[in-house]
């Protein structure tokens, strides 16, 4: 039972803090933008992606987001996305497809699909290191990378530990973790590596295309191209930006458009396949 309690405790942390990152990022959310995304990588690769409602261009961001570009581009030049229709679009929102289950019959199992693994996000660069908890900045890295992994791996985690994730879920804030220094957490959860401030790669514009996931680090072949205006500040640092599209995106806001069902899958007779990729010089 008390594992169970615990196991309980952490959700509702998690949930609450999930919440406040939220209201942060929605308070200082700037005047919605209507432009593409302008900035310019130095080393890009221009890839076409052909759908039955007309062409997309994509520039893809190996610099920034190396990992994830090699596995994109990999899947396309593979076949992989071939015959896979974008089986969630919201309009003012965004479009997703890259699920290999949607060649199927079953449109029951649409989403759950991928390639047969998965891998890290990257959203975030490493800043300098963090040697105090300062701020708040300092103390998220600390609850994300120390304390929430060692609740979360330890059937009997450290009894001072578990009382100030109590205290933080009760004061709804993260005031309670700045009150000892990084050695004391370092000590109770056996904690050896560095801390580093994160710095975000990109934010989840209009126009980019991002990877989907069902948690952290759970990337494979999903993605989802933003179609709202001003962009998606909610999800900032949850999902890899890895590419804008430079072409085609009226092309994206016909998919976003197109009547679905109550799960946001077009209806059959309506859905937008992936027949293929090229790769303009």
Request: net charge negative; glycine share 8%.
């Amino acid at each position: 039972m008390k594992n169970k309690n615990l196991t309980l405790v952490i959700i509702l942390i998690v949930l609450m803090l999930g919440f406040v990152a939220v209201w942060s990022q929605i308070k200082t959310n700037p005047q919605p933008k209507e432009e593409l995304v302008t900035e310019n990588p130095a080393n890009t690769t221009t890839v076409e992606m052909q759908t039955t409602y007309g062409n997309i261009e994509l520039e893809l961001w190996q610099d920034l987001t190396p990992k994830t570009v090699a596995n994109f581009i990999k899947l396309a030049q593979e076949g992989f996305y071939n015959g896979i229709y974008f089986h969630r679009v919201i309009p003012d929102f965004m479009i997703q497809g890259g699920c290999p289950n949607t060649r199927d019959t079953d449109r029951g199992n649409d989403g759950t699909g991928g390639p047969g693994y998965k891998f890290e996000d990257e959203c975030y660069n490493n800043g300098p290191e963090i040697t105090e908890i300062k701020d708040n900045a300092a103390a998220e890295v600390v609850w994300n990378k120390v304390i929430v992994p060692h609740m979360q791996n330890n059937r009997t985690p450290n009894a001072e530990i578990a009382a100030i994730v109590k205290e933080c879920q009760s004061q709804r804030s993260l005031e309670p973790l700045m009150k000892n220094n990084l050695e004391f957490y370092r000590e109770k959860a056996g904690f050896q590596d560095k801390l580093f401030s994160q710095t975000l790669i990109h934010k989840v514009d209009y126009g980019t295309i991002c990877m989907a996931n069902s948690s952290p680090n759970t990337n494979g072949s999903q993605f989802f191209i933003v179609t709202k205006k001003g962009g998606t500040p909610w999800l900032d640092g949850k999902h890899t930006v890895f590419g804008r599209v430079t072409k085609g995106m009226d092309v994206a806001h016909k998919i976003e458009s197109l009547p679905r069902d109550s799960k946001d899958n077009p209806n059959p007779e309506n859905q937008a396949f992936i027949t293929g990729f090229s790769f303009p010089k």
